[in-house]
T-cell receptor
Framework: AQTVTQSQPEMSVQEAETVTLSCTYD???????LFWYKQPPSRQMILVIR??????QNATENRFSVNFQKAAKSFSLKISDSQLGDAAMYFC???????????FGTGTSLTVIP | EPEVTQTPSHQVTQMGQEVILRCVPI?????FYWYRQILGQKVEFLVS????????KSEIFDDQFSVERPDGSNFTLKIRSTKLEDSAMYFC?????????????FGPGTRLTVL
């Protein structure tokens, strides 16, 4: 079964600085999808960014970008120019190409310091 | 912007009681999911539902669990006889289709506390 590991339960960053959240995963599949979801306090999870494993180019969405290292099975999220609204729990998730279920990590709680 | 909603936000129940957690997926979505997160642990997949039947379920989703779409808008998760270890946050999700381009939209969750 696929596993997703987020080794940083908590991270903090100064406003306007850059922070990187780590995620590693384990799979025997060659094609799959990876996601970062953000969950603000008492709100639903929303998709931040997605990456398709067969694409070598790292996905970017405005201030959010990923460093996808397929051989190392690593999928880190970089948040540039951090804003107070970025404070949330961030979940890394894996989805097989053939199935519908997501496999999540345990999450990283990000604090943004003004 | 359409959202997945869940009620109640917090449910407290006694061990052995039945609970029904309710979700209203986004209206044009066809696939529905339940996940749970025990405090401090991973978000875990429970079940997916399409065309009025279960399409996938995990080992967690045993005979104590059932899902239903009773009226075309609600999507419910029933736990027949709750156990202490069922205490968790339960998330509902929905999407238009199973492709990864069709992201899953999550509800805010229901915190279930079993005493």
């Amino acid at each position: 079964a696929q596993t997703v590991t987020q080794s940083q339960p908590e991270m903090s960053v100064q406003e306007a600085e850059t922070v990187t959240l780590s995620c590693t995963y384990d799979t025997s599949e060659s094609d799959y999808y990876l996601f970062w979801y953000k969950q603000p306090p008492s709100r639903q999870m929303i998709l931040v960014i997605r990456q398709e494993a067969y694409k070598q180019q790292n996905a970017t969405e405005n201030r959010f970008s990923v460093n996808f290292q397929k051989a190392a099975k690593s999928f880190s999220l970089k948040i540039s120019d951090s804003q107070l609204g970025d404070a949330a729990m961030y979940f890394c998730a894996y989805r097989s190409k053939t199935g519908n279920q997501f496999y999540f990590g345990t999450g990283t709680s990000l604090t943004v310091i003004p | 912007e359409p959202e997945v909603t869940q009620t109640p936000s917090h449910q407290v129940t006694q061990m052995g009681q039945e609970v029904i957690l309710r979700c209203v997926p986004i209206s044009n979505h066809l696939y529905f999911y339940w996940y749970r997160q025990i405090l401090g642990q991973k978000v875990e997949f429970l079940v997916s539902f399409y065309n009025n039947e279960i399409s996938e379920k995990s080992e967690i989703f045993d005979d104590q669990f059932s899902v239903e779409r009773p009226d075309g808008s609600n999507f419910t998760l029933k736990i027949r006889s709750t156990k202490l270890e069922d205490s968790a946050m339960y998330f509902c999700a929905s999407n238009i289709g199973p492709g990864a381009n069709h992201e899953q939209f999550f509800g805010p969750g229901t915190r279930l506390t079993v005493l």
